[in-house]
């Protein structure tokens, strides 16, 4: 592995795996790992757990830091909501991710 | 009908850069007035994160998000801007004299030569739950928001969802409807601890059908509601018959009406040209989080100049036989230019 360098799979909605290489120094999230790649990720609040439009399920067994209090309230107000849901934004890329696979949700109108 | 409110720049959202824009107007003895669907000036900094500090104000090493608005309005303050608060921009028509004519949903009536959509994320509208023919219903049994309490007296009522709104609608409702089903995801609800213990109080004494772990998938009705369809996880699919459904999953940023004024459009965003932001419609400019381009980032600090530039292409706009000088405000202070 290279050093700082981890691999995510994103799953589209389409059902199509795509392989990222994700740095682990530059403070990035999820979320903007997949708006980088221009994977169809909207991001509109830009982060702040306010928008829910980067919906994700988480399906490997990764252990993940513990949705805050505002991650919940917005996964409540969300919808297609599963038991793995998370929001991208919420997910910081770190060396403990590696080999982690999302699938994109449903976008919400 | 209301009187018509006339400005030179009419600024729809009043965060910090439509705040902003006033000042740099301002210099130019332009003026202007403010649109913003929420009760307030500041948009997402007042409403969503006044105590969080920002550090990439240009001269403030750090600042709250609430004291950077404070300070803009006391700085566009010698300029006296009005404000239309608490009222979403809604319909735009060209006027024969060349002005814009904007109505509010509560209609009242703006008219200015010049149009800066300075509205962010966009308007808050309620999240609609993907229910295929949910549109077909809106105002005909489903509703997004309770406005008069009074038309569910003795009504069949489904409300759906898991925060604050859906409890203390649920509570409130529970004395006015004939029935109250409250119907939500999971089996924990988020909202207030006292809120939660009322609502299952009230479910214990009967007055409210508490449905947990489930969620409403389909409508049914000739025209006008007549019953959900629900899933729950565990017992499958049946069906509550209900005058109305009332689903209250909070708010989420929309472009809104501003979608349909024949602006160009790119994900949600306006597009505008870097020369002065304006937009594809000559008079309208579109500054901050709400517009793109190439290299666009979403930073206050750009959105005030851009807010600068689209100030110097409005004064044409609104003195096309008038020469524009410009001017240091250490130079003349914030009296501008003479015009």
Same mark, same amino acid.
């Given at each position: 592995?290279?050093?700082?360098?981890?691999?995510?799979?994103?799953?589209?909605?389409?059902?199509?795996?795509?392989?990222?290489?994700?740095?682990?120094?530059?403070?990035?999230?999820?979320?903007?790992?997949?708006?980088?790649?221009?994977?169809?990720?909207?991001?509109?609040c830009g982060g702040m757990a306010l928008?829910?439009?980067?919906? !994700?399920?988480?399906? =490997?067994?990764?252990?993940l830091n513990d949705p805050t209090d505002?991650? *919940? +309230?917005? /996964?409540?107000?969300?919808?297609? !909501?599963?038991?793995? =849901?998370?929001?991208?934004?919420?997910?910081?890329?770190?060396?403990? *991710? +590696?080999? /982690?696979?999302?699938?994109?949700?449903?976008?919400?109108? | 009908?209301?009187?018509?409110?006339?400005?030179?720049?009419?600024?729809?959202?009043?965060?910090?850069?439509?705040?902003?824009?006033?000042?740099?107007?301002?210099?130019?003895?332009?003026?202007?007035?403010?649109?913003?669907?929420?009760?307030?000036?500041?948009?997402?900094?007042?409403?969503?994160?006044?105590?969080?500090?920002?550090?990439?104000?240009?001269?403030?090493?750090?600042?709250?998000?609430?004291?950077?608005?404070?300070?803009?309005?006391?700085?566009?303050?010698?300029?006296?801007?009005?404000?239309?608060?608490?009222?979403?921009?809604?319909?735009?028509?060209?006027?024969?004299?060349?002005?814009?004519?904007?109505?509010?949903?509560?209609?009242?009536?703006?008219?200015?030569?010049?149009?800066?959509?300075?509205?962010?994320?966009?308007?808050?509208?309620?999240?609609?739950?993907?229910?295929?023919?949910?549109?077909?219903?809106?105002?005909?049994?489903?509703?997004?928001?309770?406005?008069?309490?009074?038309?569910?007296?003795?009504?069949?009522?489904?409300?759906?969802?898991?925060?604050?709104?859906?409890?203390?609608?649920?509570?409130?409702?529970?004395?006015?409807?004939?029935?109250?089903?409250?119907?939500?995801?999971?089996?924990?609800?988020?909202?207030?601890?006292?809120?939660?213990?009322?609502?299952?109080?009230?479910?214990?004494?009967?007055?409210?059908?508490?449905?947990?772990?489930?969620?409403?998938?389909?409508?049914?009705?000739?025209?006008?509601?007549?019953?959900?369809?629900?899933?729950?996880?565990?017992?499958?699919?049946?069906?509550?018959?209900?005058?109305?459904?009332?689903?209250?999953?909070?708010?989420?940023?929309?472009?809104?009406?501003?979608?349909?004024?024949?602006?160009?459009?790119?994900?949600?965003?306006?597009?505008?040209?870097?020369?002065?932001?304006?937009?594809?419609?000559?008079?309208?400019?579109?500054?901050?989080?709400?517009?793109?381009?190439?290299?666009?980032?979403?930073?206050?600090?750009?959105?005030?100049?851009?807010?600068?530039?689209?100030?110097?292409?409005?004064?044409?706009?609104?003195?096309?036989?008038?020469?524009?000088?410009?001017?240091?405000?250490?130079?003349?202070?914030?009296?501008?230019?003479?015009?």
């Amino acid at each position: 592995m290279e050093e700082n360098m981890i691999k995510i799979t994103v799953i589209d909605r389409e059902d199509l795996p795509h392989e990222l290489d994700a740095p682990t120094d530059m403070n990035m999230n999820l979320m903007e790992l997949c708006k980088s790649y221009e994977l169809p990720v909207e991001g509109t609040c830009g982060g702040m757990a306010l928008c829910a439009s980067c919906h !994700v399920y988480v399906q =490997s067994d990764h252990e993940l830091n513990d949705p805050t209090d505002d991650e *919940l +309230d917005m /996964l409540d107000q969300a919808f297609f !909501v599963k038991g793995n =849901s998370r929001l991208g934004c919420q997910i910081k890329l770190k060396t403990a *991710l +590696d080999g /982690l696979i999302v699938k994109l949700a449903p976008v919400a109108v | 009908m209301k009187n018509i409110i006339e400005t030179d720049i009419l600024i729809i959202g009043a965060g910090p850069v439509g705040l902003f824009s006033v000042f740099e107007a301002g210099l130019l003895k332009l003026r202007c007035h403010l649109i913003d669907a929420l009760p307030q000036a500041g948009g997402q900094l007042t409403e969503i994160y006044p105590k969080k500090p920002i550090y990439d104000i240009p001269g403030y090493p750090s600042v709250l998000a609430g004291d950077l608005v404070q300070n803009l309005l006391k700085q566009i303050e010698p300029f006296e801007p009005g404000f239309t608060l608490g009222e979403r921009a809604d319909s735009m028509e060209k006027l024969e004299d060349g002005r814009f004519q904007l109505t509010t949903t509560d209609g009242t009536v703006h008219r200015a030569p010049v149009i800066f959509i300075a509205g962010g994320l966009g308007s808050f509208e309620p999240r609609k739950p993907p229910i295929d023919n949910i549109e077909a219903f809106e105002n005909r049994g489903i509703d997004y928001f309770v406005r008069n309490p009074e038309n569910y007296r003795d009504r069949k009522i489904v409300i759906a969802g898991g925060g604050d709104s859906a409890l203390d609608w649920s509570i409130f409702l529970a004395d006015v409807a004939k029935e109250l089903t409250l119907i939500h995801r999971r089996t924990e609800f988020r909202g207030a601890l006292d809120s939660v213990e009322k609502v299952q109080e009230l479910a214990a004494a009967g007055r409210i059908r508490l449905v947990t772990n489930a969620q409403v998938t389909g409508l049914q009705g000739n025209g006008q509601l007549s019953g959900v369809v629900v899933q729950h996880d565990t017992e499958g699919e049946f069906e509550i018959a209900a005058d109305n459904f009332i689903p209250l999953f909070g708010l989420t940023p929309k472009l809104g009406p501003i979608g349909e004024w024949g602006l160009a459009v790119d994900k949600g965003a306006v597009e505008v040209n870097t020369f002065d932001y304006s937009t594809n419609v000559p008079g309208i400019f579109a500054i901050g989080d709400i517009n793109t381009y190439p290299g666009k980032l979403k930073l206050i600090l750009c959105g005030f100049h851009e807010a600068t530039l689209a100030c110097q292409s409005a004064f044409k706009i609104v003195h096309p036989d008038k020469k524009l000088s410009f001017k240091y405000t250490t130079v003349t202070g914030i009296e501008g230019i003479a015009v």
